[in-house]
């Protein structure tokens, strides 16, 4: 992220680049303490990174990251942090990117980034199933995480619990809110982020992953299940004028031009192709555009480049958008869109209210969530089998004489990437979502059932009246999971639906089922992911809308993977290398929840599989 090769050679030079401070310290100097701002993607993927290591040295086992989402463990580890901290007068506040097709600048310039990051993430998908299917790789836990569905849902509720402050970048990117706000809040003290972007802005401040907690007084990524409360804390901030300085360049303006020639977010895709043109070889260092931008100072200055950007109109705009983002000549206040519809769903994403995915698809683009499941020919994609269910929300999010929403992502085994446009619901009893009532939870209910239950035409179990509002919202996904995979799809068994039951009910020892080094196997994990989508799609996005979430069970309340895998490797006799004793103790714990809510299963299968409550 930022500048190509421009944070490494940062850290290459810390003695020219890094200042030390003690946040403990600094904070304890204030009246009001001091906020570090967070890149909310960023500073997600440091505390997974170090999540999985912790929990991987404490229990010994090396298949637990590949499992998926240890949701309740880790929502724990990321509140204790926080809380932590807030006790030392060291607030975090995070900055979270508007979702992809939301910015309202640089849009363009950003696509070949995006579908990038696509190709990097469907890799490290293949990655996981490769280990599965040989067993080859688990001695080290993986030193690139691949995000779990229900992360970013479980992260936020956890934020939310902590009275941690969130900023939601509706329509700009986070590093340039980042940047403005750095100025213009009072008690900011530095941004925390591994984005060199930080590099180029003026009188930035911010501080790398690889210089935060320098000592490990916290305990991060140690063998220990939650971090500690520090006596002191110390971090390296990298400032952008003593990396001009270092590098030689005369000011701003030639940090921005070699930010561009060297390859930034917005240029990358450009400079590729073009930096042999300029007498940039194949192999050329950063120092080498260091030269290139002393010598020309202005890119424009070069007649090769100048010529380029007269016949690339795209080249241009990707320059001139650059030059304004760093110049922090971007306003980000709020947009006004031309629909009325946009800004009412704008105006919640600012709050916190509803996603930003959802104000992506109100602007006609939605992004598949990447996650791992079985691939080729014979095997379906989770995303493209929710499109029906995404159809209802388009429905309810669309302005007038808007029907249709282009998606992207991998919707066959045949292409890794495509386009695919998916038309909105045509029932009428689809509300839109500015004229839903917050306060009339019934009725939203009412709703929430008619749609997920679309599946089975004249079919209202109203699980939510039989069972209640926590309890019938797991009816509802374990309900729409059956029926979606039922002789089609994923063309599930009882035995396989039956652990995935005991799961969503499960009161169990989650350290204990952590501590099983289980190997799942490619089924079990499209299962489970499969599963987690459904749960993304009533909860996060429906749920959201209706205004219903807040009744509804978290992540951390009906996923673990450990626990997950145990189950389904035992109920469908695959599980291997075990202990009799722990055997048992997965059997017990099975059957016992089986039979606890043998009156719930008897309804969720009914017209499926036959069941005996005498179980």
Same mark, same amino acid.
């Given at each position: 992220?930022?500048?190509?090769? @421009? !944070? &490494? ?9 890094? $200042? =030390?401070?003690? *946040?403990? +310290? ?30 991987? @040295? !404490? &229990? ?9 989402? $240890? =949701?309740?463990? *880790?929502? +724990? ?49 293949? +990655? ?488």
């Amino acid at each position: 992220m930022g500048v190509y090769g @421009l !944070l &490494s050679h940062c850290l290459q030079h810390r003695n020219q680049c890094v $200042e =030390y401070v003690d *946040l403990v +310290e600094v904070a304890a100097s204030k009246a009001d303490g001091i906020e570090i701002l967070c890149d909310f993607y960023c500073l997600e993927h440091m505390l997974v990174e170090s999540f999985w290591r912790s929990l991987w @040295l !404490l &229990s010994q086992n090396s298949c637990v990251e590949i499992l998926g989402g $240890e =949701y309740s463990s *880790l929502g +724990e580890y990321v509140s204790k942090l926080i809380c932590d901290l807030q006790s030392l007068k060291i607030r975090l506040v995070m900055y979270v990117d508007g979702a992809k097709g939301t910015i309202v600048h640089g849009l363009h310039q950003k696509w070949d980034t995006w579908e990038n990051r696509h190709h990097r993430d469907l890799a490290k998908m293949r +990655e996981r199933l490769n280990v599965v299917r040989t067993g080859h790789g688990l001695r080290e836990p993986f030193t690139d995480n691949f995000r779990p569905v229900l992360l970013e849902v479980q992260l936020m509720e956890t934020l939310k619990q902590c009275g941690c402050e969130v900023v939601h970048c509706v329509s700009f990117e986070a590093d340039l809110v980042l940047a403005k706000n750095l100025a213009s809040r009072p008690n900011a003290f530095a941004i925390l982020s591994n984005d060199s972007d930080f590099c180029v802005f003026d009188d930035s401040r911010f501080i790398p992953f690889d210089l935060f907690d320098i000592k490990g007084n916290l305990g991060l990524g140690t063998n220990q299940r939650l971090p500690t409360k520090p006596s002191s804390l110390e971090v390296g901030m990298i400032t952008s004028k003593k990396v001009w300085a270092f590098m030689g360049l005369q000011n701003q303006d030639e940090m921005i031009e070699f930010s561009i020639l060297r390859g930034n977010d917005f240029t990358s895709s450009f400079m590729r192709q073009l930096k042999h043109k300029v007498g940039l070889g194949k192999g050329s260092q950063l120092v080498d555009a260091v030269d290139w931008i002393r010598k020309h100072h202005v890119l424009n200055n070069n007649r090769t480049f100048a010529d380029e950007m007269v016949r690339d109109r795209e080249l241009k705009e990707a320059v001139d958008y650059s030059r304004k983002f760093y110049r922090l000549e971007i306003a980000v206040g709020d947009v006004a869109h031309s629909d009325y519809l946009t800004n009412f769903i704008a105006d919640g994403v600012a709050r916190g209210e509803i996603p930003s995915n959802i104000l992506a698809m109100n602007l006609g683009m939605y992004w598949h969530r990447m996650l791992i499941e079985d691939e080729g020919r014979q095997f379906p994609i989770a995303e493209v089998a929710l499109m029906p269910l995404r159809s209802f929300i388009y429905r309810m999010i669309l302005p007038e004489g808007k029907n249709a929403v282009k998606e992207y992502g991998r919707m066959s085994s045949e292409r890794d990437f495509e386009c695919y446009t998916v038309l909105a619901a045509k029932q009428r009893f689809i509300p839109r979502v500015d004229r839903i009532a917050k306060d009339k939870i019934f009725a939203n209910l009412g709703t929430f059932d008619k749609i997920m239950s679309h599946q089975e035409q004249g079919f209202q179990p109203e699980w939510h009246k039989r069972y209640g509002w926590r309890n019938g919202f797991k009816c509802y996904i374990l309900r729409y999971f059956l029926v979606l995979n039922f002789n089609r799809n994923l063309r599930i068994t009882l035995d396989e639906f039956l652990p995935l039951v005991a799961l969503t009910f499960a009161q169990v020892d989650v350290e204990f089922y952590q501590g099983l080094c289980i190997l799942p196997d490619g089924r079990s994990l499209t299962i489970a992911n499969w599963f987690q989508d459904v749960y993304r799609h009533a909860y996060y996005f429906l749920g959201k809308l209706l205004s219903l979430s807040e009744q509804f069970p978290r992540p951390c309340d009906i996923f673990s993977g450990a626990v997950w895998t145990a189950f389904y490797m035992h109920s469908t006799h695959r599980i291997r290398h075990i202990s009799h004793e722990n055997f048992q103790r997965i059997r017990t714990d099975l059957d016992y929840l089986i039979r606890e809510k043998r009156h719930i299963i008897r309804y969720l299968v009914d017209g499926f599989f036959p069941f005996d409550t005498r179980f």
